[in-house]
Nanobody, 120 residues
Framework: QVQLVESGGGVVQPGGSLRLSCVAS????????MAWYRQFPGKQRELVAE???????RYAGSVKGRFTISGDNARNTVYLQMNSLRPEDTAVYYC??????????????WGQGTQVTVSS
């Protein structure tokens, strides 16, 4: 089994910063990519940022220039540095990962989510 454990959420004032972390552990033979999604109340989850083990990244247009995704391949860990936070960034943020097991089968999984609230 594979677990994704997020940390770093909380309450911050507009213009402030937060750093989210996510560690994947368990039967991972090879990690393909890790990502951050967010979900607003009553809405579907949306991609915030994604990073492959090769270092390629992509971002949602609404966070480009403010958020930075980075990863530590050796530790199966992904980070999301969030700067210049806005009230509209308030959401539950989820870590996601895609990996292969020792039989080379692809699996996907989610973390439990962490609340980010931007409010004065």
């Amino acid at each position: 089994q594979v677990q994704l454990v997020e940390s770093g959420g909380g309450v911050v004032q507009p213009g402030g910063s937060l750093r989210l972390s996510c560690v994947a552990s368990g039967s991972i033979f090879s990690m393909n990519s890790m990502a951050w999604y967010r979900q607003f109340p009553g809405k579907q989850r949306e991609l915030v940022a994604e990073i492959t083990t090769g270092g390629s990244t992509r971002y949602a247009g609404s966070v480009k220039g403010r958020f930075t995704i980075s990863g530590d391949n050796a530790r199966n860990t992904v980070y999301l540095q969030m700067n210049s936070l806005r009230p509209e960034d308030t959401a539950v943020y989820y870590c996601a990962a895609s990996w292969r097991d020792s039989s080379w089968h692809v699996h996907d999984g989610w973390g439990q989510g962490t609340q980010v609230t931007v409010s004065s």
